[in-house]
């Protein structure tokens, strides 16, 4: 084989390592399409939107910068350094079909692999699936936002921040909101109340641990964060990984937004310019029951309860009518027996047409029986006389 010219060597090799060293970029909206890895239901919208869900019910959408990023930098002795800090910043917004009520969130996802194919939608946010959730072998750290309870999760309300480590069961966890500077109260912030918000995710390597901050859009970034945990980032990330978005939906319309990005290895996330940002769509229209359907559904179930109480009644009453009476002396003659009902119909209902005669302990019937229409005698004893147990 020729080798190369070293000049071209050194060009090809500082391509490389040019192409390897992106640790920071900015998308202040996403017009043009932001050069981003999409898949699913995810798409950039004309007005510069980033849509990971449609409004479809469930499915899943990603999106991803399109190249790795290195999270350890390489050595001279040819390994790895420890695993390096990073910072991103992201505005979002959900839109639902409801006022109240979605599909489960967003997640910002640091992953090994940028192929989610196997990933299930709804509360699994397209991230695992029944089967892999939690495993150590799926090399993710994902940050989700989620308005749905999933008791399996153990997630603790359907307004929820969460930090994941390889699966849905959030590492740690706390009801959305930010924390006041100038007071220090806690602001509680609804994921659903279709305005854009901002996220910041920030990974310290030095402590190993993840800090997430939110607020509104128009609140600068609290001093105090939402939630920390302690995260080994170098047993989830080997060396190169993903960065970026999912999504999915279960069976309520939604739609999750991504207004804009930035990202940074060891350093703050550049700041956004939330100045020139895309208004966030009320493409849904949202449902709220109606004073009629608030008047009807009290009838409606008031009605069905009266229905169902003379059902059970009727019901109770019929049975009654043609209960049987076994008594101890029955037992000697084997299983043959009429039941009382055709015995009742048989004699049109031990009608007084029918009486044959009356003996010291009941009254002799005459009837037909309504099958086989073999003519019988019907004696009904009196349950008063015990001469006729006898």
């Known amino acids: 084989m020729q080798s190369l010219p070293l000049s071209l060597f050194l060009i090809l090799e500082s391509f490389h390592l040019a192409a390897s060293a992106v640790d920071q970029f900015t998308f202040d909206g996403f017009a043009g399409g932001g050069n981003l890895k999409l898949d699913g239901t995810a798409v950039v919208t004309p007005d510069g939107l980033l849509m990971l869900t449609n409004g479809t019910t469930l499915l899943k959408g990603h999106a991803f910068y399109p190249s790795p990023l290195r999270f350890h930098e390489a050595t001279k002795g040819g390994g790895s350094s420890p695993v390096r800090s990073l910072s991103t910043a992201f505005v979002f917004g959900i839109v639902s079909e409801y006022a109240d009520l979605s599909s489960p969130g967003l997640a910002f996802v640091v992953a090994k692999s940028g192929d989610f194919s196997t990933a299930l939608q709804s509360q699994y946010m397209g991230l695992a699936n029944a089967r892999n959730n939690g495993n150590a072998s799926n090399h993710f750290l994902a940050v989700e936002l989620d308005t749905i309870v999933n008791a399996e999760f153990g997630d603790m309300s359907d307004n929820h921040v969460g930090i994941d480590v390889d699966g849905l069961a959030s590492v740690a966890a706390d009801n959305a909101g930010y924390y006041d500077d ?143 009476l076994k008594e101890d002396w029955e037992v000697a003659f084997g299983p043959h027996r009429f039941s009382y009902k055709d015995l009742f119909h048989a004699t049109d209902g031990f009608s007084d047409e029918r009486l044959l005669g009356l003996g010291g302990f009941g009254r002799v019937y005459k009837g037909v029986l309504p099958v086989s229409r073999v003519e019988i005698a019907v004696k009904k004893v009196s349950h008063e006389s015990r001469q006729g147990i006898k």
């Not at 220090?184 to 854009?196: D, I």
């Not at 207004?259 to 290895?265: D, E, G, V």
């Not at 020139?276 to 069905?304: G, Q």
């Open 182 to 324: 100038r007071t220090g109260a806690f602001r509680n912030m609804s994921l659903l109340n279709r305005t854009a918000a901002r996220v910041w995710v920030d990974f310290d390597a030095r402590a190993s641990l993840v800090n997430v901050t939110m607020a509104p859009l128009e609140v600068p970034k609290p001093k105090t964060p939402l939630l920390s945990a302690a995260v080994n980032l170098s047993a989830v990330i080997e060396d190169e990984a993903y960065v970026g978005f999912s999504s999915s939906t279960g069976v309520v319309a939604s739609r999750h937004y991504v207004l804009a990005w930035s990202f940074k290895m060891d350093g703050p996330a550049p700041s956004l310019n939330v100045s020139k940002l895309p208004a966030l769509p009320v493409t849904i229209a949202v449902r709220t029951p109606s004073n009629i359907l608030k008047i009807l559904l009290p009838i409606a179930s008031a009605t069905l309860v009266s229905a169902m109480a003379i059902a059970v009644f009727m019901i109770h009453r019929r049975r009654r009518k043609y209960a049987e």
